[in-house]
């Protein structure tokens, strides 16, 4: 059974079975402690067999702590980076998915008269879209949980991102990237989700810092110092250090984020930390007879053995060699 069918109701465990009838199962004579919340950390899946019911409790290793995790939004994903995980990504189409057909079915009854039956139509359709939803925001709100300890996320707001396009201002109506926002900060505390100004981190070289005007396609190249890499992971790369060192925001006639690095310099504190997280030790690609400056312009092609994905929200990482 999905997580999101079962919640624990003191020493009973209540799944849905179908919409208004329930399951319950009782807990009181167990063995084993029960955890706070049914969540990544508590409880897990329940496998229901004819002979048996099994149910899975997670435990937290408290001499472990999870790493922080930048995550950059964007329409059909969330990219996730920081040197302990390497480049997360987590597939969202499927959410996307949810509102694309919802849409279709909703803008057929605003053509129909306007009476009670399609009023009580469009309500309930409305209705199904935010369930269909809020079930996979959990899903994904589950999966950066158990990834990471502290959250950095885009602030972003759809109201800066609208344009003339009827096609784009539907696609950024459609995301649900506050609602995500919203649920971390519920089930983490707010001291663990920590929202990054996203201004220039898609266009700015995570390596030198270089701006790129001309941001077009999904590899960012950078003219100063040969950094080619996916552009989505270059932003989630830019969020990592600003959540990391801290940031300013000046400005010079133009908006400007500067880091708070005080130890070393940006390229060298790439090289030293980036390079290895996303290289991963790859002996195939030759990367350990280059130079720093030599690796770095065939990143986008090396970079993709240590690409890890979420499929569907799978309990598991996948490495996709694609």
Known sequence: MKQTLIKLEGERLKLTIKPG?????????????????????GLGEPIITLEKVHLPVHY??????????????????????????GWVKIDTSKLASVHISSFEKRSVQRKASKSKKAKKILAKYSKRERNRAKKHQLEIARVIQSVAGVVGLEELSKHGMYTRSRLWNRMISRSDWRSISRILTKRIGEAKVKELDP???SSCCSRCGWENKDLNGAVFECSRCGLRIDRQLNSAINLYMRLMFGYTTNWD????????????????????VVLPSILGGYVETG????????LVRGLHEVVKP????????????????T
């Open 253 to 272: 006639g133009k908006k400007r984020v500067e880091l708070r690095m005080e130890d070393a310099s940006q390229k060298e504190w790439w090289d030293k």
């Open 306 to 321: 240590k690409l890890y994905a979420y499929d569907r929200y799978a309990d598991t990482y996948l490495r996709t060699p």
């Open 60 to 85: 937290k290793d408290e001499n472990q702590e999870k790493p922080s995790v930048s995550w950059d939004f964007n329409l059909l994903s969330l990219d996730g980076y920081s040197p302990e995980t």
């Open 21 to 41: 009838g329930y399951l319950y199962i009782d807990l009181s004579k167990r063995y084993f402690p029960l955890p706070k919340e049914v969540s990544s950390a």
């Open 199 to 201: 201004y220039g981190s």
């Open 287 to 294: 990367a350990e007879r280059k130079t720093p400056d030599e």
